[in-house]
């Protein structure tokens, strides 16, 4: 079964700063979708980037950006420019290629990220 | 308009008592999920529908039984709810196996 690790509970930046949050993976399967995703303190999960593992580049979404190291299975998310709507818990989640049953979002236990004014 | 919708936001009910959530996409989406997030955050899925058809069934107890009348709305019935089923349940859904999509989710409270 594939497992998702984050190892940093929490983490804090100051405004503006740039900051990384970690993520490992287990798998034995070569083609997989990897995800990162912000939860405010709204609660609602938001979609923050996806890779696909078979993409050698590494995805970006404006001021997030990733860095997919396949062979390590690690998968960071950086956010440049940090503001203070950024603040919320970040979650890396996998999801197999397979349909049916192997669809669904494996978690990690999250990050929460401090904004410091 | 929501994309993903869930009914109610807040649930706060007694030990023993049966409670339905209610979940509605209006993406066009094939498939659907219930996940549950507990008191520490952590995230695990509960179920999947396609079409439908249930294709995602974890170790959930036997309390909890989801119903996907069509393919827009998945519901999630729970009877004889216990202390340790408070939690956070986010529905959520895909085009196929895409890109989830989730709901605001629910916080149910059992006392």
């Known amino acids: 079964a594939q497992t998702v690790t984050q190892s940093q509970p929490e983490m804090s930046v100051q405004e503006a700063e740039t900051v990384t949050l970690s993520c490992t993976y287990d798998t034995s399967e070569s083609d997989y979708y990897l995800f990162w995703y912000k939860q405010p303190p709204s609660r609602q999960m938001i979609l923050v980037i996806r890779q696909e593992a078979y993409k050698q580049q590494n995805a970006t979404e404006n001021r997030f950006s990733v860095n997919f190291q396949k062979a390590a299975k690690s998968f960071s998310l950086k956010i440049s420019d940090s503001q203070l709507g950024d603040a919320a818990m970040y979650f890396c989640a996998y999801r197999s290629h397979r349909l049916g049953g192997a669809q669904k979002l494996v978690f990690g236990q999250g990050t929460r990220l401090t904004i410091n004014p | 308009d929501t994309a993903v919708s869930q009914t109610p936001k807040y649930l706060v009910t007694q030990m023993g008592n049966d409670k339905s959530i209610k979940c509605e996409q209006n993406?066009?989406?094939?498939?659907m999920y219930w996940y549950k997030q507990d008191s520490k955050k952590f995230l695990k899925i509960m179920f999947s529908?396609?079409?439908?058809?249930?294709?995602i069934n974890e170790t959930v107890p036997n309390r909890f039984s989801p119903k996907s009348p069509d393919k827009a709305h998945l519901n999630l019935h729970i009877n004889s709810l216990e202390l340790g089923d408070s939690a956070v349940y986010f529905c959520?859904?895909?085009?196929?196996?895409?890109?989830?999509?989730f709901g605001p989710g629910t916080r149910l409270l059992v006392l």
């Open positions: 529908y396609n079409n439908k058809e249930l294709i």
């Open positions: 993406l066009g989406h094939d498939t």
């Open positions: 959520a859904s895909s085009p196929g196996g895409e890109t989830q999509y």
